[in-house]
């Protein structure tokens, strides 16, 4: 139970980082879904994808928001997770 505690203590540190410098106003649901949906370890590969990109800071906020978005999306593809927030009708 620990285990699992102290992982989902840093998924929501990777949330906040997500939300906190990547959200354009129009993903916050995709970074939620994404980070309940993906491991641990694949976050922590994106979130290093990100830092290793040299140019981010020369990119607007929108711009920021999709690089991010579609690194996401990649990686959620890789493993046939649709990231979409399906609602109940």
Same mark, same amino acid.
Do not use: P, W
């Given at each position: 139970?620990?285990?699992?505690?102290?992982?989902?203590?840093?998924?929501?540190?990777?949330?906040?980082?997500?939300?906190?410098?990547?959200?354009?106003?129009?993903?916050?649901?995709?970074?939620?879904?994404?980070?309940?949906?993906?491991?641990? $370890?694949?976050? $922590?590969?994106?979130?290093?994808?990100?830092?290793?990109?040299?140019?981010?800071?020369?990119?607007?906020?929108?711009?920021?928001?999709?690089?991010?978005?579609?690194?996401? $999306?990649?990686?959620?593809?890789?493993? +046939?997770?649709?990231? +979409?927030?399906?609602?109940?009708k």
């Open positions: 139970m620990e285990v699992y505690n102290t992982e989902q203590m840093e998924k929501a540190r990777i949330l906040d980082v997500l939300i906190s410098n990547y959200n354009d106003g129009r993903k916050k649901t995709l970074f939620c879904v994404a980070v309940n949906l993906l491991e641990l $370890q694949e976050l $922590q590969a994106v979130l290093r994808e990100i830092e290793c990109k040299s140019d981010m800071e020369a990119l607007s906020l929108k711009e920021k928001s999709a690089f991010v978005a579609s690194l996401l $999306q990649d990686t959620a593809s890789r493993r +046939k997770i649709d990231l +979409k927030l399906h609602k109940k």
